[in-house]
């Protein structure tokens, strides 16, 4: 049963001060880890929505069946051990004497309702259980998946399936995912209650995150980090002055004009790393009428020569070298160094053609260009803003009249999810480190479940589906591969996306603060330590 009200006005309190958000350690004794970055999470709901910042915090909450080691490798987590019966079964053996939060144990039927949970259409975390049919109990402490097919990165996607409490969830009437492009307001979308090492003690939209250790953990941390203090502080340079004042202690989105300042300041360390995160921009493909447009009665995003005009007119070694200060990897694949699947060979970038692009727009019936609207937000990725003002100063040289729409992440990303746009700007992190996540999730028609969750142009390929289809029962590696580089590249060649760059996100922190730069930008807090 739905709890169904409307966010309340704490969702648009302004940022208050630092002094207010970063808080002091609970006790003489407690270690706390006071974390900056520019994007607030979204939920608490684990099963809501796929946006990386809130995986991030809520993984200290909330755990799956298994989980990745530091080098991304996957290891048991609230599963022990696990076998495969048949292609199409496998039979998971879960941890015993595991406590929720609240002291309720785990158990089987949990690990059943939160596949029931995880899968309800206004959710976008479905693909995490792709191709996974049923999950049945086998006794309280050993489940079965019943696969379509058989799935050669299972569980790879079974890391970001969260287990929730049944009995919590029911008796706090959140026995259903929260709608948030609705605006809605659920029990478990303002309240976690996990297994996880951190408890988390209190949120305070764009103000504050509070979390303490889990004393009954079933686990050990590898830090000393008793209590986290997370902090989104959307103003590039109130950030950094927070972190060089000493009062955050590690910022993991830095302004790409600071990070030579920040290397060089003895009372820091930066650490560097590539992000399996490609930013793009999505167009509608399906609309009858492109909406915020000046063409009445079609829309010019169907035609692939307006597409690739976009794309050929986009100087992407300018927005490297000037708007992101060296820090990003021009794009012409939709999947980053890292992910398995992705090439040099692959993703070599076209030259720049302004009189390209003029041409191919003539062709289409489009000579003097015409108007659209790009949403973007304003506080999620590195630069997103400057990026997209950018991309308005090129894209007008070949005639064509953008006007920019930026917003914060939580208003934008509602409004895009509803199909209001006509250009978009989202940046997708890899979290399986498989190309066919990207495929299924960007590539794919659109459809209830997983399959094109977050194809929000709603472009349709039905060559394309299929080859992500068959890569996603295909076990053969030669075979498998050969059909993510096809899907990849048709995915180029059709310009079904503007794609610009994988980003380069170091994070910079305090000389006492030790942790593992992690490319799927998800700092872990147990492994952290504060001296």
């Known amino acids: 049963m739905k709890v169904a009200r409307r966010f309340s006005a704490v969702f648009a309190v302004a940022f208050?001060?630092?002094t207010l958000s970063i808080g002091a350690a609970t006790t003489a004794s407690a270690v706390t880890l006071k974390w900056g970055a520019q994007n607030d999470i979204l939920t608490l709901d684990p099963h809501s929505q796929n946006h990386s910042t809130t995986h991030s915090l809520l993984q200290h909450s909330y755990e799956g069946l298994v989980r990745y080691t530091k080098d991304f490798q996957v290891e048991p987590c609230l599963a022990t051990r696990w076998q495969q019966i048949s292609p199409t079964q496998w039979r998971f053996t879960l941890r015993k004497g595991v406590k929720f939060h609240d002291g309720s144990p785990f158990t089987a039927d949990d690990?059943?309702?939160?596949?029931?949970?995880?899968?309800?259409?206004?959710?976008?975390?479905?693909?995490?259980?792709?191709?996974?049919?049923?999950?049945?109990?086998?006794?309280?402490?050993?489940?079965?998946?019943?696969?379509?097919?058989?799935?050669?990165?299972?569980?790879?996607?079974?890391?970001?399936?969260?287990?929730?409490?049944?009995?919590?969830s029911v008796k706090n009437k959140s026995e259903n995912i929260q709608d948030y492009k609705a605006r809605e307001e659920t029990y478990a979308s303002r309240n976690a209650n996990g297994t996880g090492p951190y408890v988390i003690k209190s949120w305070e939209p764009d103000k504050r995150i509070v979390l303490s250790a889990n004393t009954g953990w079933w686990d050990k941390m590898q830090g000393n980090v008793t209590d986290v203090i997370y902090t989104p502080i959307k103003a590039d340079a109130t950030r950094?002055?927070?972190?060089?004042?000493?009062?955050?202690?590690?910022?993991?989105?830095?302004?790409?004009?600071?990070?030579?300042?920040?290397r060089n300041d003895p009372k820091l360390k930066v650490l560097d790393g590539v992000e399996v995160r490609t930013i793009f921009i999505g167009l509608d493909q399906f609309s009858p009428e492109l909406l915020y447009s000046n063409v009445k009665g079609k829309n010019p995003f169907k035609d692939v020569r307006v597409r690739k005009a976009l794309n050929i007119s986009v100087d992407r070694d300018a927005i490297k070298r000037v708007t992101m200060r060296g820090l990003s990897?021009?794009?012409?694949?939709?999947?980053?160094p890292g992910v398995h699947g992705y090439t040099t060979e692959l993703d070599k970038v076209a030259a720049v053609d302004v009189e390209g692009a003029k041409k191919l727009l003539a062709e289409a019936g489009y000579p003097g260009g015409f108007e659209f609207g790009l949403d973007c937000p304003n506080n999620r990725y590195v630069n997103d803003e400057e990026i997209c003002q950018a991309l308005v100063g090129m894209w007008a040289k070949v005639g064509l009249k953008v006007k920019l729409n930026a917003?914060?992440?939580?208003?934008?990303?509602?409004?895009?999810?509803?199909?209001?746009?006509?250009?978009?700007m989202l940046g997708w992190g890899v979290a399986t480190f498989d190309a066919h996540y990207t495929l299924q999730s960007l590539v794919h028609t659109k459809t209830k479940g997983a399959d094109g969750s977050f194809n929000l142009g709603r472009f349709s390929d039905a060559k394309l589906d299929a080859l992500i289809d068959a890569a996603a029962v295909e076990t053969d590696v030669k075979k498998r591969d050969a059909m993510l580089t096809e899907g990849l590249v048709m995915t180029r060649e059709n310009h079904y996306y503007v794609t610009l760059h994988h980003q380069l996100r170091p994070w910079a922190m305090k000389k006492n603060v030790t942790t593992i730069y992690k490319s799927d930008d998800r700092p872990e807090s147990r492994y952290a330590r504060v001296e």
């Open 16 to 18: 208050a001060a630092i």
């Open 111 to 168: 690990v059943v309702f939160s596949y029931g949970r995880i899968i309800q259409p206004q959710g976008t975390n479905q693909i995490y259980v792709t191709g996974v049919k049923e999950v049945k109990k086998v006794d309280d402490l050993t489940v079965d998946l019943i696969l379509s097919g058989p799935n050669p990165v299972l569980l790879r996607l079974l890391v970001d399936f969260r287990i929730m409490s049944k009995t919590w």
């Open 240 to 262: 950094v002055a927070a972190l060089l004042a000493g009062d955050v202690d590690l910022v993991t989105d830095l302004p790409t004009q600071d990070v030579t300042r920040l």
């Open 329 to 336: 990897i021009p794009a012409a694949i939709m999947v980053a």
């Open 407 to 424: 917003q914060p992440m939580a208003s934008f990303i509602a409004k895009v999810q509803n199909f209001d746009h006509s250009a978009y």
